[in-house]
């Protein structure tokens, strides 16, 4: 089995910054790419950020130059730090682990697409 738990999540007012973080738990042996979403109320899940196993990012459009998506492959962590926050930005952030190879009972397996559980961020204008 393999867990992510996201922690940083709060109330912030516009222009100030929060530092979230995901953590993988479990017996994993690799991760293809780890990736922040976000859920506004009334709206669809969208990919924030994304971050392969070599280091290569991807950023949506509304948070390039804002945010900044890290990870520690040794640690099997995701941060994302984000700066100059606007109220368009509050949702529900979510943590994604993408093709996730771990041990289970003494034998290797594959999950795809394992998300945690969300941590809410609210900025207030």
């Known amino acids: 089995q393999v867990q992510l738990l996201e922690s940083g999540g709060g109330l912030v007012q516009a222009g100030e910054s929060l530092r979230l973080s995901c953590a993988a738990s479990g017996t994993i042996l690799s991760i293809n790419a780890m990736a922040w979403y976000r859920q506004a109320p009334g709206k669809q899940r969208e990919l924030v950020a994304l971050?392969?196993?070599?280091?290569?990012?991807n950023y949506a459009d509304s948070v390039k130059g804002r945010f900044t998506i890290s990870r520690d492959n040794a640690k099997n962590t995701v941060d994302l730090q984000m700066n100059n926050l606007k109220p368009e930005d509050t949702a529900v952030y979510f943590c994604?682990?993408?093709?996730?190879?771990?041990?289970?009972?003494?034998?290797?397996?594959?999950?795809?697409?394992?998300w945690g559980q969300g941590t809410r961020v609210t900025v207030s204008s």
């Open positions: 994604n682990a993408v093709r996730v190879r771990y041990r289970s009972s003494g034998w290797d397996k594959f999950a795809n697409d394992v």
């Open positions: 971050i392969n196993s070599g280091g290569s990012t």
